[in-house]
C-alpha cells in the first residue's frame, strides 16, 4: 500500500501515428524555427501515410507535451518494425530538407533520432541520400 503512495504515475503511451507526427514536428522545430514548407512536408506524409488531417495538429500537441524524445521514439517502435523504419527516417529527412538549410541542430537531432530508433548512423545517411536523390 505505502509503495503505491511513492511510485510515479505510469506515462500513456501514444499512439504510433501520432508518436510519428509529434516527432515530424520535433525535427521541424529543432532550429528554432517551424517553416511554412516543413509544415506543408509534414502535412504531406501525414496524409500520404495515414490519410488523416488531424494526425498534424494531434503531432503538434503531443510534441509540446512529451518531455523527451526518447517517449516518442518508444511508441513508433513498439508499433513498427525495425525493416520498416528506414521509410521514417526517410520523412524525417524530408522535412529537415524542407527549407533547404539543414544546420548542426537538426543534424544533431537526426543522430539522436536514429539511434532511439534502432538504426545506425549509416542507415540515416542512406536515408538522407535518397531523400536528396528524389529531389534531383
Given at each position: ?81 525495425h525493416e520498416d ?41 542512406r536515408a538522407r ?8
Amino acid at each position: 500500500m505505502i509503495g503505491k503512495l511513492f511510485r510515479k504515475p505510469e506515462a500513456v503511451k501514444p499512439d504510433g501515428r501520432v508518436a510519428v507526427a509529434a516527432l515530424l514536428v520535433r525535427v521541424a522545430r529543432t532550429d528554432g524555427e517551424y517553416a511554412a514548407a516543413e509544415i506543408a512536408v509534414i502535412r504531406d506524409i501525414l496524409m500520404r501515410r495515414y490519410g488523416d488531417p488531424g494526425l498534424l495538429a494531434q503531432g503538434e500537441a503531443l510534441e509540446q507535451s512529451a518531455g523527451d524524445t526518447v517517449h516518442l521514439t518508444k511508441a513508433i517502435k513498439d508499433e513498427i518494425a525495425h525493416e520498416d523504419r528506414m521509410v521514417y527516417l526517410q520523412d524525417l529527412w524530408r522535412v529537415v530538407l524542407a527549407d533547404e538549410a539543414r544546420d548542426f541542430e537538426e543534424d544533431g537531432f537526426m543522430r539522436l533520432a536514429s539511434n532511439l530508433l534502432g538504426m545506425a548512423d549509416r542507415d540515416s545517411a542512406r536515408a538522407r541520400q535518397a531523400v536528396q536523390a528524389e529531389a534531383g
